[in-house]
């Protein structure tokens, strides 16, 4: 099995559950692993451009497989199989939006069934004296949401180059009917992962105060000089827009080389003490050809956890 490798650290805005699960955990709460590594571990073939989504039309109990592996590991916030998921893509592929509309909604309801079983057998087993309590908590389950590049599949997320012709409305456009589904169908957060540039991040916020969705969410962004977002704005000027929403309760770091993660917190801490959310890659490359990464040095993925408290 995957190490369960990403964490989330208590900062000063609380937030309804997510909130209390960090005080719960004493400051720092860790998230679930790679999704496509241990898919993959258990047969699933996810090269493809639906990603990991493949597996909620072909496959939904493989990812029901996974969230109970990263649960038994001891996860307490599974995100769901949705981070390729879009309407336009399952279009592409041959679906009716219907199908598309349904298929986002599965990747929520597979986490959720998965967490409440997984937490009601712990609870028997407690109860008979066969496991011991406190080994683990109710788990939150955040609905992934990756950015445009994601949807075309072509590495663009890597770079957040999505040329000359893109604006926030498009991509405020991209993004507001997948959001308003996924937060519809019942997360705990809303995990808004990968994002290239300040223009996308702020592309999700505008969105979600025009919805007026009540989900709580995390903006997490990519990273490859330790300064900058991939697109080459500051990752201070990306925690601002962190900072100044009510909606989004965390800032983020994640698919960025486990060495460059402490020197981004620092600058982000400069202008947020919301909590941090941490889930480094193992420091490689991806090849958008053979959707594969390609190693650049050996990092231990277990040493990539971060369990500190970021204050």
């Not at 180059?161 to 991509?171: A, F, N, R, S, W």
Request: negative net charge; aromatic residues 10%.
């Amino acid at each position: 099995m995957g190490c369960v490798d990403k964490v989330l650290a208590l900062g000063a805005h609380p937030f309804n559950r997510v909130d209390l699960l960090l005080r719960n955990s004493g400051g720092s709460a860790v998230i679930d692993g790679g999704f496509a590594v241990q898919l993959e571990h258990h047969g699933a073939e996810v090269k493809n451009p639906l990603w990991t989504a493949l597996c909620l039309i072909t496959s939904p109990d493989l990812v029901s497989r996974v969230h109970w592996d990263y649960l038994e590991a001891g996860a307490q916030i599974v995100l769901t199989s949705s981070y390729q998921a879009t309407l336009l893509g399952f279009e592409s592929r041959g679906y009716t939006r219907e199908q598309g509309k349904e298929f986002l909604r599965r990747s929520v309801t597979l986490a959720c069934e998965a967490r409440d079983k997984f937490w009601n057998e712990y609870q028997q087993r407690v109860q008979k004296h066969e496991a011991a309590p406190g080994q683990y908590c109710r788990a939150l389950v955040g609905a992934s949401i990756g950015s445009y590049g994601a949807y075309l599949a072509d590495g663009s997320e890597y770079s957040g180059d999505y040329g000359p012709e893109m604006t926030l409305e498009k991509l405020k456009d991209f993004h507001r009917e997948r959001l308003l589904i996924l937060a519809g169908a019942g997360p705990d957060i809303l995990a808004l992962e990968t994002i290239p540039s300040f223009l996308e991040a702020k592309a999700l916020i505008e969105v979600l105060e025009e919805e007026d969705i009540n989900v709580p969410a995390w903006m997490s962004y990519i990273s490859k000089d330790g300064r900058n977002v991939v697109r080459g704005d500051s990752i201070q000027s990306c925690a601002e827009l962190v900072e100044r929403s009510e909606k989004i309760v965390a800032f983020g770091i994640n698919c960025t080389p486990p060495s460059l993660c402490e020197e981004l917190i620092s600058e982000a801490r400069k202008i947020t003490s919301k909590p941090i959310v941490v889930y480094p890659n193992r420091g490689e490359d991806w090849n958008a050809e053979k959707k594969e990464w390609i190693v650049k040095f050996f990092t231990n993925l277990c040493s990539s956890r971060f369990f500190h408290d970021y204050d």
